[in-house]
T-cell receptor
Framework: EIVLTQSPGTLSLSPGERATLSCRASRSIGSDYLAWYQQKPGQAPRLLIYGASTRATGIPDRFSGSGSGTDFTLTISRLEPEDFAVYYC??????????FGQGTRVEIK | QVQLQESGPGLVKPSETLSLTCSVSGDSNNYYWTWIRQPPGKGLEWIAWISYSGATKYNPYLESRVTIALEMSKNQFSLEVTSVTAADTAVYYCARLPSPVVTRGSWGYFDYWGQGTLATVSS
């Protein structure tokens, strides 16, 4: 099983600031077998990024993903009020099972 | 526009079977279908997927107790979880998984989700 560790657990920032979220895998998942999701309270997760760096349909370009191997990053260039939420990474590089990170909460400072 | 809608009993007694259904509308050709759950206040756990041809894959930690099935004539797929305990209490989401035919490359992410249904295991 590939374990994903997200950091930090909570990120306290102000609107307009840049957010950098990390996702580290316990072993290599290749160059593009990683996705990022956003979840707001009481809502289902929403796909933001797949293939480590490809934005999903309708996702604003302030969201960007990068990384490969074991280290991946989600960057929100300038936080909008609607971006304060929990973010999860998910790997699909292992054929045995898919796993998610424990989440990073982005909260208003 | 793809829409998924979960339905289920809400409350299940310990040791019984939890049965959930997901109704799908919109583009369903060449997609796989999956279930994911989230215990209250916790993270996400993938449960299983089923392909348009009926192939299945399960989370090995849950495989002995879960069954995913497809009824595409009804535009539905389902999940059964047997011998439930309090640890199975969660919001259960159904989601769409683009197949290799669709992605033409790496696949295994979930692009559309239902709103989720809470299943509580309690006597």
């Amino acid at each position: 099983e590939i374990v994903l560790t997200q950091s930090p657990g909570t990120l306290s920032l102000s609107p307009g600031e840049r957010a950098t979220l990390s996702c580290r895998a316990s072993r290599s998942i290749g160059s593009d077998y990683l996705a990022w999701y956003q979840q707001k309270p009481g809502q289902a997760p929403r796909l933001l990024i797949y293939g480590a760096s490809t934005r999903a349909t309708g996702i604003p370009d302030r969201f960007s993903g990068s990384g490969s191997g074991t280290d991946f990053t989600l960057t929100i260039s300038r936080l909008e009020p609607e971006d304060f939420a929990v973010y999860y990474c998910q790997q699909y590089g292992s054929s045995l099972m898919y796993t998610f990170g424990q989440g990073t909460r982005v909260e208003i400072k | 526009q793809v829409q998924l809608q979960e339905s289920g009993p809400g409350l299940v007694k310990p040791s019984e079977t939890l049965s959930l259904t997901c109704s799908v509308s919109g583009d369903s050709n060449n997609y796989y279908w999956t279930w994911i759950r989230q215990p209250p206040g916790k993270g996400l756990e993938w449960i299983a997927w089923i392909s348009y041809s009926g192939a299945t894959k399960y989370n090995p930690y849950l495989e002995s107790r879960v069954t995913i099935a497809l009824e595409m004539s009804k535009n539905q797929f389902s999940l059964e979880v047997t011998s439930v305990t309090a640890a199975d209490t969660a919001v259960y989401y159904c989601a769409r998984l683009p197949s290799p035919v669709v992605t033409r490359g790496s696949w295994g992410y979930f692009d559309y989700w239902g709103q989720g249904t809470l299943a509580t295991v309690s006597s």
